[in-house]
């Protein structure tokens, strides 16, 4: 079965980087986009962004531009979600989701706490 | 940029039909998705491309889109549907989210 198993929880300082893994399984790993969805406590889903494992092409939302990278191992079948300067508001659970516009994304990793905290 | 509105709660009592809204500039043109989400646990997709349901998913939960409104109907509500909604479609090249509705069964 389709499996997308996210890398564990992080800790990091104010303007620190983090980098999340999001490891697939059960599928073609270069047949489907990757997508980075996070979620701080208590709010709603917000997407950052695509990745295109077979091109590696890319697509990120206009507000994290500049600060989040999103990469992948083909080898390994892992797309990577690298988010840099982090501050106090980017604390959040991140999910990477397996899905092509504009079809809906139909398999999701199980998420990876990010706490930014000095 | 395009938004999407959703209520921020709906309430229905158990055993009847909840209906769940999302309304956007004509959404209808659209492909809607809706998500299910439960406290501590990822998203999961219950209704895409407006009415179709994933394989797994009860044939309680439909959806229908049109106009500025689509709609996710819940029918004879259980206990375990109590979660998050959200609803979702991909506009000017990026991917856009409900604010998401908690759904209380009474």
């Known amino acids: 079965q389709v499996q997308l198993v996210q890398s564990g929880a992080e800790v990091k300082k104010p303007g620190a980087s983090v980098k999340v893994s999001c490891k697939a399984s059960?599928?073609?790993?270069?047949?489907?986009?990757i997508n980075w969805v996070r979620q701080a406590t208590g709010q709603g889903l917000e997407w950052m962004g695509w990745m295109n494992p077979n091109s590696g092409n890319t697509g990120y939302l206009q507000k994290f531009q500049g600060r989040v990278t999103m990469t992948r191992n083909t080898s390994t079948s892992t797309a990577y979600m690298e988010l840099t300067s982090l501050r106090s508001e980017d604390t959040a659970i991140y999910y990477c989701?397996?899905?092509?516009?504009?079809?809906?994304?139909?398999?999701w990793g199980q998420g990876t706490l990010v706490t930014v905290s000095s | 940029s395009y938004e999407l509105t959703q209520p921020l709660s709906v309430s229905v009592a158990l055993g009847q039909t909840a209906r769940i809204t999302c309304g956007g500039d004509n959404i209808g043109s659209k492909n809607v998705h809706w998500y299910q989400q439960k406290p501590g646990q990822a998203p999961i997709l219950v209704i895409y491309?407006?009415?179709n349901r994933p394989s797994g998913i009860p044939e309680r939960f439909s959806g229908s889109n049109s106009g500025n409104t689509a709609s996710l109907t819940i029918s004879r509500a259980q206990a375990g549907d109590e979660a998050a909604y959200y609803c979702q479609v991909w506009a000017s090249s990026i991917w856009v989210f409900g604010g998401g509705t908690k759904l209380t069964v009474l």
């Open positions: 059960g599928y073609t790993f270069k047949s489907y986009d």
């Open positions: 989701a397996r899905g092509d516009p504009p079809i809906a994304f139909d398999s």
């Open positions: 491309r407006d009415s």
